[in-house]
């Protein structure tokens, strides 16, 4: 008699096992590739759906097998939908905490939109009070030298980092007229003579540009403005000046993969679809912010900090904790999309407190 064939399924549950182990190693080391994770947690539910229904489709294919092999079939299966369910329950179970690195301390009180982290994590910008441009290196928490910004009637009201470069998208607003700069904040000799090296993008009367957000190839920018009682969402190419109108709303936030935009219109938080126009709300609150591709924070209507998945239905919305938010009610949150850093803005006893916080 030959012997019986070697079900795969005996193969599936070793492979499971392995990868149960190994996550448990990839857990422990530091710094943890987001991204990588979220890849790999859509492949495991994938593999569990085709585990289902092979299962199911076994059972009817083959009705005439013996017993004792269907059973045996029923309990690899099941081992096997047991351990990938392990394996993504410790994925689900990898909420978002973020301890405090340190605190920023300027000799002004800059408003949440007058601070900036860039996505690298490496610097912060922050416009001082007499109209400079103010950057400090993290690590080394040492200021670098002021750039003179170029003279106007009004004052900068907001501030946003290159995703790829040095650059900054800065908000000047005046009585009659709103316009959108770009700055060089490269600090050599030279360029602090010229002021930094600076473009005026786009300026229009009668209006206030309130927020601005960077594609993630840098070659457009997305920034909202107000006319009249009338809040709206442009994207503005940086070489050809065109301007397109895509929502009503404000304080846009582009996705990673440059695909989606989230906003804010009347309190909700809303992530529109470039490609299609589709929009979707996901909940009351302001300040919306990517962390990675799968996870969009805000802060929600109870004054918590809160992460959703916003591609996935139902949305699940989880509270971001730990020691730099602890006990304090935040009142901005952006973070440096190629780092596990975010500049955290909170309310403290005499005024706004500014934190540079990490993900563990």
Known sequence: MKDEPRFTDELHDSTVSELLSHLQHMRKAVPVNY?????????????????????????????????????????????????????????????????????????????????????????VATITSDSRLQTYLIEESRQETPIRLPKTDGTYDAISWANNSNRLALLDNSDDQARLWIIDATTSEHDQKIGGGSMLLHQEAGAVINSVSWEPNDQRIAYSKTVGDQDEIWLIRLNAFENQKVAEGSYPAWSPDGKQLAYMQDDQIFVLTLATGKKQGIGTGDSPSWVDQEHLSYINSNGELVSVNPNQTPLDQEVIDGSAIAGKMPVGANWASHSDLMLLAVKGETGTEFKIAKRD
């Open 35 to 123: 991204q990588l994770k979220a890849d790999l947690k859509k492949k495991l539910l994938e593999q569990m759906k085709a585990q289902q229904a092979q299962g199911h489709g076994a059972l009817q294919a083959v009705p005439t097998q013996k017993k004792t092999r269907k059973s045996i079939g029923w309990l690899a299966g099941g081992v096997i939908a047991l351990g990938l369910g392990s394996l993504l329950a410790l994925w689900n179970g990898d909420g978002i905490t973020i301890e405090d690195q340190q605190t920023l301390t300027f000799d002004h009180q800059p408003k949440v939109q007058q601070v900036a982290i860039s996505n690298s994590g490496e610097r």
